[in-house]
């Protein structure tokens, strides 16, 4: 929920609320205020992509005051020509609401101090006593962790890329590849930006490709690979576009010619797709993608657990399908023939009956589907296995009591096998 101190969108933004409205406390329940001056207010609402909540009430009231004055003051006209009214806090209290105590916890009277209400109403502090301070703290942009100490750094973000998330990282020998994102600020905040960071040295470089990529995107995910005339690319996968919405285009950026360019891929016909995660296996040159938030059919989207493969060298596309009621799924180009169904379940049968070996079936089949849909989840390879851990796989309509949207799976995939299973708590 947007709340808009004017009649538009480009009003002042005065307030955002999302989730459920609980009390702070058992004894104090509290629900978010805000206050418009301009005489309107201009509310937007839109529903999250996995999770749908019942609804909401809201009350409003004109020429009062905020929060009632929180108990701290009362609510009076005072010496305002306009007529407006605000609070007169109490003696220990301010703000526009007077929610803010001059001392906090009474400056720990009277052991530690006291509140002195004269001057700049502030705590005097006792004898080997001293006042607490806040520091303003900020969200570091990149940190460091050394696998040996197990510790933990924070990387100086002075001169680097604005603060984002939703981007991509890819490693390439010394040199880290940021792409995309959603800034923090800025009118058009989901940027084609792409910079370097250099391991050696912990520098940013912003990288001024030659050609720029065609999409500005904020929920793909990138890898670095070697395509089979030695040029190092960096393949970005899918993503959200404010112009173009989901798309399921493959971006490449050559590092040698610092060029970009939308990659002409064939096979299957995949869906565009947010939020998803995926490996890169360097031995068999191929990119598994798995789940996310789609583009479905019929204007519709939602969550699913689709698992695509991707053939660097061919630039070509496999899609999962599933035969009947078997056991097994195969690779498809497109969408099979009768005849070809048909010359599956033939091999199906002879392999059942061990009249061939299951080798005779070796790069038709992949993994089933997990039947667990998930988007904003994290995946590695680590021996030939695909693992995939948490990520949001609610998807509640109505009636809800406020379930954890946050899933603790540990999926386990054997690129090398035909299965996927969960792997125990």
């Not at 070697?226 to 285009?249: E, W």
């Not at 390879?381 to 990520?391: C, D, I, Q």
Request: hydrophobic share 35%; aromatic share 12%.
């Amino acid at each position: 929920m947007y709340v808009y101190d004017g009649d538009s969108i480009y009003a002042p933004l005065i307030g955002v609320f999302s989730g459920l409205v609980v009390p702070e406390a058992k004894e104090k329940e509290s629900v978010p205020e805000v206050v418009t001056t301009s005489g309107y207010a201009l509310l937007h609402f839109f529903s999250d992509a996995a999770y749908n909540l019942t609804g909401f009430n809201i009350a409003y009231s004109i020429n009062s005051c905020p929060n009632n004055c929180s108990g701290h003051g009362r609510c009076g006209a005072g010496n305002s020509e306009a007529g407006r009214v605000y609070c007169e806090c109490d003696e220990y209290w301010k703000g526009e609401a007077c929610a803010v105590p001059y001392c906090r916890d009474d400056c720990g009277s009277p052991d530690h101090g006291y509140c002195d209400l004269t001057g700049e109403k502030l705590c005097v502090c006792n004898d080997s006593w001293q006042a607490s301070f806040v520091e303003k703290m900020f969200l570091a942009l990149l940190h460091s962790y050394n696998l040996d100490t197990s510790v933990w750094d924070v990387v100086p973000a002075s001169s680097g890329p604005l603060y984002r998330y939703g981007h991509s990282l890819a490693l390439y020998q010394d040199c880290i590849y940021m792409f995309g994102g959603k800034l923090e600020t800025g009118p058009a905040n989901i940027t084609d930006e792409l910079w370097l960071f250099n391991i050696p040295t912990r520098s940013w470089l912003p990288q001024k490709p030659a050609s720029a990529p065609l999409y500005a995107l904020e929920g793909h995910t990138a890898h670095v690979v070697i395509l089979p005339n030695g040029d190092p690319v960096m393949l970005v996968f899918f993503g959200y576009s404010p112009i173009y919405s989901y798309i399921n285009k493959v971006q490449e950026y050559n590092i040698r010619s610092n060029l970009w360019q939308v990659v002409s891929v064939g096979g299957a016909v995949v869906q565009g797709g947010y939020a998803h995660s995926s490996v890169y296996d360097q031995a068999g040159g191929c990119v598994y993608i798995h789940g996310g938030y789609t583009a479905l059919s019929n204007n519709k989207y939602g969550l699913v657990d689709h698992m695509y493969r991707y053939v660097v060298s061919t630039r070509t596309w496999y899609y999962i399908g599933c035969l009947l009621e078997t056991n097994y799924q195969y690779l498809f180009l497109q969408i099979p023939t009768s005849n070809e169904i048909e010359e599956i379940i033939l091999q199906l049968v002879e392999v059942n009956t061990r009249q061939i070996p299951m080798s005779a079936l070796k790069g038709k089949l992949i993994l089933r589907e997990s039947r667990l849909p998930r988007y904003l989840h994290s995946a590695v390879l680590l021996s030939g296995t695909m693992l995939v851990f948490g990520g949001n796989t609610h998807n509640d309509t109505s009636l809800s009591n406020g379930a954890k949207c946050f899933s603790t799976d540990f999926l386990a995939y054997d690129i090398g096998d035909v299965d996927l299973y969960l792997v125990p708590q």
